[in-house]
Nanobody, 117 residues
């Protein structure tokens, strides 16, 4: 079972910033996409942002212009810079990696982000 390791998250006031980081095992060379999902209280898990090996990004409409996803392909890491945070961004954030060779998705354990008003 491949486990992604997340860091970052915490409590911040509205308008503040946080940075999330995630690392996949470097020996896995077949990851072609990494990103972040979130699950708020009483809500379904939703895509926040993702980035391919080639640098193509995709964002949820609700975070466009505020969040930026970046990746280091050589290190198998992905980062999510979150600015202008809102209380509705409060959720558990999960890192995701897509392995094309195994046709598998790997997940992190989740990290809590709480934005106070």
């Amino acid at each position: 079972q491949v486990q992604l390791v997340e860091s970052g998250g915490g409590l911040v006031q509205a308008g503040g910033s946080l940075r999330l980081s995630c690392a996949a095992p470097v020996m896995i060379t077949s990851i072609n996409r990494m990103g972040w999902y979130r699950q708020g209280p009483g809500k379904q898990r939703e895509l926040v942002a993702q980035i391919t090996n080639g640098g193509t990004t995709n964002y949820a409409d609700s975070v466009k212009g505020r969040f930026t996803v970046t990746r280091d392909n050589a290190k198998n890491t992905v980062h999510l810079q979150m600015n202008s945070l809102k209380p509705e961004d409060t959720a558990v954030y999960y890192c995701n990696a897509r392995d094309w060779r195994e046709s598998a998705d790997y997940w992190g354990q989740g990290t809590q982000v709480t934005v106070s008003s």
